[in-house]
């Protein structure tokens, strides 16, 4: 996450240039087949996050832990944090 914060952050700073886009720019045309592309592509994302999330819901699959793997992961934690 910190490697993704500095790129965008250095890209924005250093003012990184996009040269696809750039080109985009004179060619009106291929930019809305970029845009249209890109919005079918983002409703596919968004459906298919969606999707996962109810999936995740419904099956609960963090509830089939059983409680020994719970205290052995509580106990883990305790000995790390002490620790460090």
Known sequence: MTASLFYLSYTKIA??????KDKLEEYKDLKIIYKNSADKRRIIFCISLLVAIIVVVLIKPFSLIDNDTNKLIKDIQEIFVENF
Do not use: M, Q, R, Y
């Open 15 to 20: 003012k990184v240039g996009t040269p696809f």
